[in-house]
């Protein structure tokens, strides 16, 4: 079972994750999620309300796309409040979007 | 992970930062695995570690270094399995209060050229324990060793759960690297190991920093003791791993009324003393004057070598300089700290002679660190600990292996040892996980019943003083 979906809505893609983003998940979804997120894109979401773990792997993939559509376009939305204090420790909270 | 020559220290903070934001989630469980994995790889590894060591810096024993790679993994893992530090570790109803552990954030480790291996086990093991990611900074004679040490515990980590990057080592060591890591902002501890200038860089990063302070440890000892049950401990204790550890011996004390026992039980356990001739001849080898300190290549050489190199016979079974000495200072450059099989020796007239030149030396360059008595008389074990400014008096012990801990005493076993304001450490305690973990505390309501029925507009009175706002204050209590 995939741990990623993804809706391209118009000027809106949002990556729709569940379960733990472990280190080997985080390795066949990174290329994916990088192919997809272009310059151009409006608006790019991850949505984590379906995700209890997170790895180092994923919160670099999130700065990742961070650094390619600026702080602008990336949000990362319905984080539990676990997941938030990852974010946090891992030194996000500069102007990227978590809520 | 290896760290290649020249990467960013912004990118390899990152990644420790990254791995200490994901080992935030972990529970004690998948902690305590993880510390297991390491322990069982560092402990399976610990010859072939020592001998690497030996072979890349020319230091000790390797049969000694073996063992001080068993106290870093075994002693320790023994030390600290059963500890909780993930979450809840205690709660107190009647105070009311419940302490919680967190991990404090990625660990720059310093690691000494004297102890490199079992260092990076002690430390790696203390630091995952309490779920934070570690870089490992080794002495740049000792990088081999020490990543072949962090490479066997963070690949037994990996396979255990542990985030990636969770430990790191440098393979390359340059002084302005060291000092843009300690100094970073995404670094939140150094755990600093090694020489007085590192120490001391340490301290003047902005980052907060547990480090360790010199050693000059004088041994009493005392009439009452057993005499030749303490000239072999100690010279056990000096000649291990060829006086490599800073807490090991550096000078005895004895009462004039002892003397000649102890220095025939000395020369029995292959103690050559030098003849007032020979003294210069060992000083202007051991002793380097420009530095004002001891000489770095005779660090853990053996006494044969050392007294070769200063042009003295010996017979071929020494195993021990003693240098007699009646001062303790500058003028006497081997008073001080000198990490290698050499001791100084001086007679005292009677017991407060002997704590006199005790105190001397304790002052003389090891203030807060170590001191070591043989006595059966506890008063005058007492007399001499109140004396002492070290933050280990061990009795009747080796106090090389006495101060690391673990094995002849119940102090922590560790290879961090603090000595104290005195030694410019925040702590005089055997560095331990404990040191490691962020304690918060959650504190319930639970009234200061004295403050509680006190009229506390009393305090807006001039006219009362401590002594009556006290008795007030403590009525009816």
């Not at chain 2, 990088?143 to 962090?150: F, G, N, P, V």
């Not at chain 2, 969770?166 to 600093?192: G, P």
């Not at chain 2, 560095?431 to 319930?444: D, G, K, S």
Request: charged residues 20%.
């Amino acid at each position: 079972m995939t741990n990623m979906t993804v809706k391209d809505g118009p000027g809106v893609m949002e990556f729709i994750f569940s379960k733990r983003l472990d280190s080997d998940v985080c390795k066949t979804l990174e290329p994916k999620i990088l192919n997809k997120v272009k310059n151009n894109h409006t608006v790019i979401v991850f949505d984590l309300e379906k995700v209890d773990y997170i790895s180092s792997a994923f919160l670099g993939i999130c700065l990742a796309v961070f650094k390619k559509v600026g702080d602008a376009k990336f949000s990362i939305m319905n984080v539990a409040p676990e997941v938030k204090k990852v974010f946090k420790i891992a030194g996000f909270d500069f102007n990227m979007k978590i809520f | 992970m290896e760290i290649e020559p020249h990467r960013a220290v912004d990118d390899i903070m990152q990644k420790a930062v990254f791995a200490a934001a994901e080992f935030s989630s972990f529970d004690q469980q998948q902690t305590d695995k993880i510390v297991f994995a390491i322990y069982e790889a560092g402990f399976n590894a610990r010859v072939k570690l020592a001998k690497m060591a030996h072979e890349e810096t020319g230091i000790g024993r390797w049969q000694d270094k073996v063992m001080k790679n068993v106290v870093a993994t075994q002693l320790v893992y023994e030390d600290i399995k059963d500890l909780k530090t993930v979450g809840i570790i205690s709660h107190d109803k009647e105070r009311g209060i419940t302490e919680i552990a967190s991990p404090m954030g990625p660990i720059l480790a310093i690691i000494p050229v004297t102890n490199p291996t079992s260092t990076v086990l002690f430390k790696i093991l203390s630091a995952i324990k309490a779920r934070n990611p570690v870089i490992i900074c080794p002495s740049k004679k000792a990088i081999k060793c020490c990543s072949e040490t962090a490479r066997i515990c963070y690949e037994a980590a990996i396979g255990a759960g542990a985030p990636e990057d969770c430990i790191q080592w440098l393979t390359s060591v340059s002084r302005e690297q060291t000092q843009e890591l300690m100094a970073h902002k995404k670094l939140a501890l150094i755990l600093a190991t090694g020489g007085g200038g590192l120490v001391h860089s340490a301290y003047s990063s902005g980052t907060p920093a547990l480090g360790v302070g010199a050693g000059n440890v004088p041994v009493f000892i005392e009439k009452s003791a057993d005499i030749p049950f303490a000239i072999e401990q100690i010279v056990m204790s000096k000649t291990f791993d060829n006086g490599t550890i800073c807490a090991s011996e550096q000078a005895l004390v004895v009462e004039q009324e002892t003397a000649d026992m102890v220095i025939s039980e000395l020369e029995k356990r292959g103690a050559y003393f030098l003849s007032r001739e020979e003294v210069p001849l060992l000083e202007s080898v051991v002793w380097d004057n420009g530095r004002k300190s001891m000489n770095p290549d005779i660090v853990g050489r053996s006494a044969g070598v050392i007294a070769q190199k200063a042009g003295i016979r010996t017979p071929a079974e020494t195993q021990l300089l003693v240098v007699p000495l009646d001062r303790v200072g500058d003028d006497a450059p081997l008073s001080g700290e000198i990490l290698a099989p050499v001791l100084a020796f001086y007679t005292a007239k009677n017991f407060d002679e002997a704590v006199k030149i005790c105190i001397d030396l304790n002052y003389f360059g090891g203030i807060g660190h170590t001191a070591s008595i043989f006595s059966n008389d506890d008063e005058k074990i007492n007399q001499f600990s109140l004396l002492m400014n070290a933050g280990r008096i061990v009795v009747n012990t080796p106090s090389s292996q006495g101060a690391v801990g673990g094995s002849f005493n119940t102090l922590c076993p560790s290879l961090t040892l603090g000595c104290g304001t005195g030694g410019k450490n925040i702590t005089t305690e055997n560095v331990t996980v404990r040191n490691l973990l962020n304690i918060q505390r959650i504190t319930r309501r639970r009234l200061n019943l004295r403050l509680a029925q006190f009229d506390t507009s009393k305090y807006l009175d001039e006219s009362l003083d401590a002594r009556t706002i006290g008795r007030l204050y403590d009525n009816n209590y």
